[in-house]
């Protein structure tokens, strides 16, 4: 862009003093022409970093879950291939039940036996010819019996393992025949989800006129050509740097030089591109419009669409 506003000053000098020559070409005109795009290129880049600062770190990133088996049990099916994006509630995998639902059949059983003595000691006690300490145990029986049936049906509800949001699953070892077991570090497939999370890092004195609310574009080399619009969701006033770990140890803080840190702005995607899966990990440029000076923004959003073209362009030699 700025070569573009560049070459559109040099052809209006060239038909002032040359191929109109309304003004003589002196050293008072050399100066002055040579002067006013120094500073004024100067003058526009200060502005656009202060009221449209752009990022070279914007970075998606997307929660991974790992997926751990609640029960243990042999694995009878595996609907899921790599890279398949799925539903919420999608199933994933399936554990042999035999085990649970038997379990599930014999605890009804003895709920159905439970709640007919307990309408048994109900009509002993109200005739006069029960006990009511057995009705008690009777209820307490009862009770006890439908909590266990409750935490079997759920184990038994566990053995079909399902997909916990829409997501794709990425990582997919998991065989027919496995045994798995309900392990928390141990997990058995890589579920990510679809809803992307985007961060831009600015500078510590760009943030100043960053709001919460403000419009945002960014691309990433995955889509060239492409623009990706977004608002300021957050701005995240917090670094590793600044944390430290609970310790006996007083802080070594002044032993080294701190390195010039940056801070990361979260940006919420455009509802129009939410069919649009963007790949985890990947980074571009991007860049914040804020409330002020806004004829500035169009010369950025310039700057970010000729920058994305350029994203076409593969300069390989092989």
Known sequence: MEALILGIYACIVWLIFFKYKLLPWNTVAKVIVFTIPVVGMITLI??????????????VVRNSVGIVSQVKGRVTEVPVTVNQRVKKGDVLFKIDSTQ?????????????????RVKQNQALVESGSGNRFDLEKAQADLAELSEQTLNSEYDLAQTVVRAPSDGTVINVQLRPGAFVAAFPIASVMTFMEDAPQIYALFNQNELHQIEV??????????FPGEILKARVESIILAEGQGQISVSGNLPTIGLR??????????????????????????????????DHLAFLHVIRKVMLRISTKLNYIIPKLH
């Open 46 to 59: 200060l502005l656009l970093n202060i009221f449209s600062p752009s990022s070279s770190n914007v970075v």
């Open 213 to 222: 609310g403000n419009e945002a574009e960014f691309y990433i080399p995955s």
């Open 257 to 290: 030089e701190i390195p010039v840190n940056r801070f990361a702005v979260k940006l919420a995607m455009d509802d129009r591109h939410a069919d649009l899966l963007l790949p985890a990990g990947a980074v571009g440029d991007g860049a914040v419009y804020t």
């Open 100 to 116: 649970y639902q038997a379990s599930v059949n014999a605890l009804r059983a003895k709920l159905n036996l439970a709640k007919m």
